[in-house]
């Protein structure tokens, strides 16, 4: 069964667009799925960019890991030789990483939620906390009408979503 293409989640389209450029994603699709590794020359014949951009590409990649080179001395010439692959796994960690940040703000956000009761009068001039609301005596620091408790139970269903 053919391999399940990265690029068909829109989520690793938008990662890599935002990682390596918009071009990133052809120079990958080019390198994707095959057995040879690629010089940054034949990566250019293959996606019709420039060498230049081919490098800037593929250092940004690498930079992350996604991209890695092989590096080989030409005994006759002296020169150097790198050749590239493209760690698909390598992605897809990324994406969980991120992935994972982001809940992990939104847990924090949740427990600050729960953690403090807030007030607020009938207006809905301003949400405040416990003390700020006992200060003012339960009367809206904005138009003086008594304060209520929040119900803040529809916040955190909705922060849990
Ligand atoms: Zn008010």
């Given amino acids: 069964m053919a391999r399940k293409d990265i690029f068909s989640q829109s989520i690793a389209k938008e990662f890599i667009i935002n990682t390596g450029g918009e071009d990133a994603i052809p120079l990958i699709k080019a390198c994707q799925n095959q057995k040879k590794k690629f010089t940054d020359e034949e990566i250019s014949k293959k996606t019709k960019l420039k060498i230049t951009e081919v490098r800037a590409i593929l250092n940004r990649l690498h930079y992350r890991g996604i991209a890695c080179y092989d590096k080989k001395k030409n005994n006759k010439t002296g020169w150097y030789s790198y050749t590239w692959e493209i760690k698909e796994k390598r992605i897809a960690e990324l994406i969980l990483e991120e992935q994972s940040e982001e809940i992990k703000k939104l847990e924090k956000k949740l427990e600050f939620e729960k953690d403090y009761v807030f007030f607020t009068c009938k207006k809905l001039c301003d949400n405040v906390p416990f003390e700020i609301a006992s200060e003012y005596q339960f ?23």
């Avoid at 009367?139 to 139970?153: F, L, Q, S, T």
């Fill in 139 to 161: 009367k809206c620091p904005k138009c003086g009408k008594a304060m209520e408790i929040v119900d803040n139970k529809k916040r955190i269903k909705e922060l849990k979503k």
